[in-house]
């Protein structure tokens, strides 16, 4: 009866050992998904304000270019010799990073050719927008 009741002792013993840590594994695992809960939002809210702030960007990039070409546009049709190569060189310049920087994010960039008198012949000029923001 000893040998009984000590084994019954031993068993309960164990049962109950076994059961406080299958309750705290348990306990753990809900606060460790709660955590990569909120980590995984506070990714997604840092994305969405990298987004937003490469979209703001970009738009200031194309509105710069954009003053730009109209200045490069100005000295052309100021100058009295023949400069539409320099122009459509220097044009290309501003706007290549823009291009780079907007396939870089995702964006897409058009040019919007517009039609400028310049020392004696009419000039297409491509002053940008932002057509595509992904």
Same mark, same amino acid.
């Given at each position: 009866?000893?040998?009984?009741?000590?084994?019954?002792?031993?068993?309960?013993?164990?049962?109950?050992?076994f059961?406080?840590?299958?309750?705290?594994?348990?306990?753990?695992?809900?606060?460790?998904?709660?955590?990569?809960?909120?980590?995984e939002?506070?990714?997604?809210? &840092?994305?969405?304000?990298?987004?937003?702030?490469?979209?703001?960007?970009?738009?200031r990039? +194309? #509105?710069?270019?954009?003053? @730009? %070409?109209?200045?490069?546009?100005?000295?052309?049709?100021?100058?009295?010799?023949?400069?539409?190569?320099?122009?459509?060189?220097?044009?290309?310049?501003?706007?290549?990073?823009?291009?780079?920087?907007?396939?870089?994010?995702? &964006?897409?960039?058009?040019?919007?050719?517009?039609?400028?008198?310049?020392?004696?012949?009419? +000039? #297409?000029?491509?002053?940008? @927008? %932002?057509?595509?923001?992904?």
């Amino acid at each position: 009866m000893k040998k009984f009741l000590s084994m019954l002792l031993a068993v309960c013993l164990l049962m109950s050992v076994f059961t406080f840590s299958a309750a705290a594994e348990c306990n753990y695992s809900a606060k460790v998904d709660k955590m990569v809960e909120k980590l995984e939002k506070k990714a997604e809210k &840092a994305e969405e304000e990298i987004r937003q702030l490469q979209i703001q960007t970009l738009y200031r990039m +194309v #509105d710069n270019a954009n003053r @730009r %070409v109209e200045q490069l546009v100005r000295i052309a049709q100021k100058t009295p010799y023949d400069d539409i190569d320099w122009l459509q060189a220097a044009v290309a310049a501003v706007v290549a990073p823009v291009f780079a920087y907007a396939d870089m994010i995702g &964006a897409t960039v058009q040019c919007t050719y517009t039609t400028y008198y310049i020392d004696g012949q009419y +000039v #297409d000029v491509d002053p940008l @927008r %932002v057509i595509n923001v992904i």
